[in-house]
């Protein structure tokens, strides 16, 4: 199910939260809120927390078109951002309880 050129959602890959990754990486958030290799389902599941209706795509990111990798959509409620960083709070959250 490909919702590209939906202007309601945006696409979300994983390296936008791995703290081993640097920005020229793709890393999107900050050092602080990146967690080491996020999956998915993580993000997912974060998503899915923060009502985003977020749905699981396997799709490479085009850098790394070589690389079997998922990419998650989700709904446009406000920046992405604002929505990365929700995002990057919640799993965060979640890996700390964890612990």
């Known amino acids: 199910m490909t919702i590209l050129g939906d202007r309601d ?14 920005e020229s990486q793709g890393r999107k958030v900050p ?5 080491p290799s996020p999956k998915p ?7 899915k927390d923060l009502n ?3 749905v699981i795509e396997e799709k490479p990111h085009p850098s790394w078109w070589w690389e079997e990798s998922s990419r998650i959509l989700v709904k446009k409620i406000a920046s992405k951002r604002k929505i990365l960083l929700m995002i990057a709070q ?10």
Do not use: G, N
Not at 90 to 99: E, F, Q, S, V, Y
């Open 90 to 99: 919640k799993i965060l959250d979640k890996r700390r309880k964890r612990t």
């Open 52 to 54: 985003l209706d977020p």
């Open 31 to 35: 050092k602080r809120l990146a967690v």
């Open 9 to 22: 959602r945006i696409i979300i890959y994983p390296c936008y939260f791995d703290s081993t990754k640097s």
């Open 41 to 47: 389902e993580e993000i997912y599941e974060a998503a």
